[in-house]
């Protein structure tokens, strides 16, 4: 198992400070074979459709957690923080810093 294009906690590309013997997973290899099935036997837009729906999730996910991390943000800042941190580690855009 190659762990070279993880980061260390100092954020610097490297080898990782932990090995794991075993890929991290909550999923049984028997739900994994299933999953697989599912995914070869649906069309590319069917893909494709999905890929955009969990990136929407995560999207969602991060906004709540900036929320509520950040209580007293309003909505504009919120939506700020998920700008920057979509291009981290490159700065934002100029167009998208001069929202407020």
Known sequence: ?????FLDFSGES????????????????AAQA??????RAMSGEQRLLAAYEMSLFARE????RIGHEHPEWPETRIAR??????????PLPACL???S
Do not use: K, W
Request: aromatic share 10%; proline share 9%; hydrophobic share 40%.
């Open 1 to 5: 198992m190659n762990f070279s294009n």
């Open 14 to 29: 490297g080898s990782a400070c932990y090995h794991f013997p075993v890929p991290i997973t909550d999923t049984s290899p």
């Open 34 to 39: 299933l999953q697989l099935d599912i995914q």
């Open 61 to 64: 996910l991060s906004r709540e």
């Open 81 to 90: 923080e998920l700008l920057r941190l979509a291009f981290l580690p490159a």
């Open 97 to 99: 810093n001069e929202l």
